[in-house]
C-alpha cells in the first residue's frame, strides 16, 4: 500500500483519502504505531479531510502497540477535528489501559463515553472490572459488575468470575459465594475454574465441610470436577484432619469418571 502511493506522487497523483486508509489498515495490522501516525500526519499535512476511519486507526495501532498515551492523545485530536470516536476507538484504548492495569484511567474513558452517549461493550466492562479484581479491590469490581447489569449489558463467566476470584483472593468467602449464587441465578453458568477458585481458598482455612458443598453444587450443576478440584477438596479436610470426608469426597469424585489423580 506505501508503494502505491510512492507511484502515485511519483506520478504527479494526489493520493485521496481512500488511499491513504488503506495504508492506515496495514499499519493497524501491523501494529506500527509509528508508521500509522507519520501517515495520518502526512495526510493532515497535504490538507486531505481524514475521516473518524483514519484517526480510528492510529488509535488502535498505538493501543495494539501498547502505547495508550499515544492512542489516547489521537482520541482528543479526532474529537478536536469534529469527527465522532467509535466504540471500536475507544474498545482498542480500553483494552490497552487495562493490561497496565489503570483502573482510574479507564473509568475517566467510560465517562467519555457515556458523554458521546456511546454504550461500552461487555469486553469493555470486562477489562474494567478484571482490571479492579487485579487489584484487590473487590468493592469497585462488584461495583462495575452491577453497573454492566444495569446498563442491560449482558455479564458472562468472565465477569462474575474476575469478581469471585478477587473475593477468594482477599479471603472474603462469603462474598465469593454470594457472587457465584448471583451468577447461577442470571443464567451464566460458572466453570470448573471459577469453582476451584473458591474451593481452593477454603482449603487453605482447613474448611473441609465448605469444600465439600462446593464439590456437591458442582456436580448438580454438571461441572465436571478436574484434578484441581481433588487435590484443593482432600488438602481443605487433610488440613481439618477428617479422612473419612476426604475419602468420600474422593470417590464422589472418581466415581464420575472423568477425573483421574
Not at 459488575?145 to 442491560?152: C, R
Not at 478477587?166 to 460458572?190: F, H, I, N, Q, W
Not at 476426604?246 to 470417590?251: C, G, H, L, P, V
Amino acid at each position: 500500500a506505501e508503494s502505491l502511493l510512492k507511484e502515485m506522487k511519483a506520478s504527479r497523483l494526489q493520493p485521496d483519502v481512500t488511499t491513504y486508509n488503506s495504508v492506515l489498515a496495514t499499519c493497524t495490522q501491523a501494529k506500527d504505531a509509528n508508521r500509522a501516525e507519520a501517515c495520518l500526519k502526512q495526510m493532515l499535512h497535504e490538507n486531505l479531510e481524514a475521516d473518524a476511519v483514519s484517526y480510528s486507526a492510529v488509535i488502535d495501532a498505538c493501543a495494539q502497540a501498547g502505547d495508550p498515551a499515544r492512542a489516547e492523545y489521537w482520541l482528543e485530536q479526532m474529537e478536536v477535528a469534529g469527527l465522532r470516536a467509535t466504540i471500536g476507538s475507544y474498545s482498542s484504548l480500553v483494552h490497552a489501559v487495562a493490561k497496565l492495569g489503570d483502573v482510574g484511567r479507564i473509568e475517566r474513558l467510560f465517562m467519555r463515553m457515556q458523554a458521546c452517549k456511546l454504550e461500552a461493550s461487555g469486553s469493555m466492562y470486562n477489562a474494567l472490572i478484571s482490571a479492579c479484581a487485579k487489584r484487590g479491590d473487590v468493592d469497585r469490581a462488584e461495583r462495575w459488575l452491577t453497573k454492566m447489569v444495569d446498563a442491560g449489558v449482558r455479564a458472562d463467566v468472565a465477569s462474575y468470575s474476575a469478581v469471585i476470584h478477587a473475593c477468594a483472593r482477599s479471603s472474603d468467602l462469603p462474598r465469593a459465594e454470594r457472587t457465584l449464587e448471583r451468577m447461577r441465578k442470571s443464567g451464566v453458568e460458572a466453570n470448573v475454574v471459577t469453582y476451584n477458585s473458591v474451593i481452593n481458598a477454603w482449603a487453605k482455612r482447613g474448611a473441609a465441610l465448605a469444600a465439600e458443598r462446593l464439590v456437591a453444587q458442582m456436580c448438580e450443576v454438571h461441572v465436571e470436577p478436574d484434578v484441581v478440584t481433588l487435590g484443593a477438596a482432600t488438602h481443605a479436610c487433610a488440613k481439618a484432619g477428617d479422612a473419612d470426608r476426604a475419602e468420600a469426597i474422593f470417590e464422589r469424585i472418581l466415581s464420575r469418571g472423568k477425573t483421574r489423580p
